[in-house]
């Protein structure tokens, strides 16, 4: 049986074989942690968008989208704590020259008792069978407390470090746990740093008169900055939200596990107003907003957690994670902030404005707290496809590889074949291929035999096939295969449109989302 790390290893190179992800300038060897997306993989994306779009504005009445540019005026980042503050604790190994962020490092090491315990449990499992009682041995099993015991005190002591950003201590955890890098092997370790991850350039038609300005980090700041733009053009009440999908840029001096973690990248982030001392009722209700539109995707309720920060940003009190489990452990794709009001009085301090709302119901004037929600675009991705990537053994001895993705998420709703490329099947084929592409996005596929087209749409995750064969000519019907049960089904041309939409609508996924 596969390792995980094999599976993930195989999914990178699907990827690629079917056109989703690229390394970015490959004929030029490429650049590190930088990818394009492919004719599927852009599909795929901009469907995930629309996707966290449509369940923003349309289920929402109270929330609106803006696309703020990515240049912004350098005092921005000064307000926001960029400047001074935006850091990745990094460390060395001086034999593999290879450098990593502490407190990965030791997080990973945590997420090894993880696996320490769940592998007694697995045994235990198969030891007592039906008569098995998991919460039982949890709580009595000697080995699952002693992993559990090391694991808290780990964590206890990592976390005072992180908030007293103590660089010092945490290299002490990492010689104390006796971490060793993966490529050299040795525990030869220099000490803690801190680098910043801004990215910097000039503005300015001469270098004398230049002005040096960022590529932003996070796209929350221009939502921040706009506030009263749109809570006065929209005559917005509190509360209500602003939503933007946009860019990022991080410069990543670490950056491993394919698109996980790139120097550009996608967030679609939404910042919610509200009246202060109300900001824990709705960060709470923001929590269970958004891990019902992850699990409305069929993707598994058990591959989500939330994880609770530990360490928490200089201008929040609440934040959580929602993290999936990947191939390489569970990881966060969602972020859950409750940020009070630092940012919108940060920006009303450094440009003089008075950003504050006046409520009608109590006329009084104060500035917001917000509650956020951020994705990275590029990790949602990820997860997608590490969900649905599988790999098939069939009755007939034959196996294949299948993306068992969200219908309405798939780059190719609907392939359209003809049996055999003559006798009037091509033109009836696309005859129905132009029907359907005004609603979907549809492939037309001759080549090869019916069988190896079958297995290139199940690679891409394709829903639908439609084959178009001699009959089809005298009943006008066609046979529609099933991705996920490959069985077909005979049905009139009248009645295909009907039975595409049906399956793939992005409309059955937000009703699910609002009646959950």
């Not at 300015?204 to 733009?229: C, H, W």
């Not at 990881?331 to 006046?358: M, P, W």
């Amino acid at each position: 049986m596969a390792t995980q790390e094999e599976v993930f290893k195989k999914l990178v190179s699907h990827c690629k074989e079917y056109g989703f992800v690229f390394p970015s300038s490959e004929i030029y060897d490429g650049l590190g942690a930088v990818y394009d997306y492919g004719q599927n993989g852009v599909e795929l994306k901009n469907n995930i968008k629309r996707y966290w779009w449509m369940a923003m504005t349309r289920l929402h009445e109270n929330i609106v989208g803006i696309d703020a540019a990515i240049f912004m005026h350098p005092t921005t980042w000064k307000a926001s704590g960029h400047v001074d503050a935006f850091n990745d604790p990094l460390i060395d190994n001086r034999d593999s020259k290879k450098r990593y962020r502490a407190d990965v490092l030791i997080e990973d090491e945590m997420a090894k008792y993880d696996a320490k315990i769940e592998k007694e449990v697995e045994k235990a499992r198969k030891r007592f069978g039906d008569a098995f009682d998991e919460q039982k041995f949890r709580e009595t099993s000697p080995r699952v407390k002693e992993n559990f015991d090391k694991k808290e005190a780990l964590h206890a002591r990592y976390a005072k470090a992180m908030n007293d950003n103590d660089l010092a201590e945490l290299k002490q955890i990492i010689l104390d746990c006796e971490i060793v890098d993966p490529v050299s092997g040795t525990k030869n370790w220099t000490d803690v740093r801190q680098f910043n991850l801004m990215f910097s350039t000039e503005m300015g038609s001469t270098a004398d008169g230049a002005m040096k300005i960022y590529l932003r980090p996070e796209t929350a700041q221009g939502i921040f900055v706009n506030y009263l733009n749109v809570q006065k053009t929209g005559r917005m009440k509190l509360p209500f939200g602003i939503a933007q999908i946009g860019k990022a840029f991080r410069n990543e001096i670490v950056a491993r596990q394919f698109v996980f973690r790139m120097r550009e990248f996608e967030q679609m982030e939404m910042q919610f107003f509200i009246k202060p001392g109300t900001e824990l009722d709705w960060f709470a209700k923001w929590k269970q907003t958004r891990i019902k539109w992850h699990r409305a995707l069929g993707l598994g309720d058990q591959n989500y957690r939330f994880h609770d920060h530990d360490k928490l940003a200089h201008y929040a009190n609440a934040a959580t994670d929602i993290e999936f489990e990947m191939p390489f452990g569970f990881k966060e794709v969602e972020g859950i902030h409750s940020r009070t009001n630092f940012d919108l009085s940060q920006h009303a301090k450094y440009s003089g404005k008075k950003i504050e709302y006046f409520d009608p119901e109590t006329n009084e004037s104060y500035t917001p707290y917000v509650i956020e929600t951020s994705i990275g675009v590029d990790r949602m991705f990820l997860s997608v496809m590490c969900a649905a990537y599988n790999e098939e053994q069939l009755e007939n001895g034959e196996s294949r590889v299948v993306l068992n993705l969200p219908p309405a998420l798939a780059p190719v709703k609907v392939c359209v074949m003809p049996l055999v490329k003559k006798d009037g099947l091509p033109e009836k084929a696309r005859e129905i291929m132009n029907e359907l592409k005004f609603d979907f996005n549809v492939q037309y596929d001759e080549k090869d035999s019916i069988g190896k087209r079958y297995r290139r749409q199940d690679a891409v995750g394709t829903p639908f096939c439609v084959t178009v064969d001699h009959d089809t000519l005298n009943d006008n019907c066609v046979t529609v295969r099933d991705r996920d049960t490959m069985k077909q089904e005979r049905i009139s041309i009248d009645k295909l449109h009907a039975l595409i939409n049906d399956k793939v609508s992005i409309n059955n996924l937000l009703r699910k989302v609002a009646n959950d």
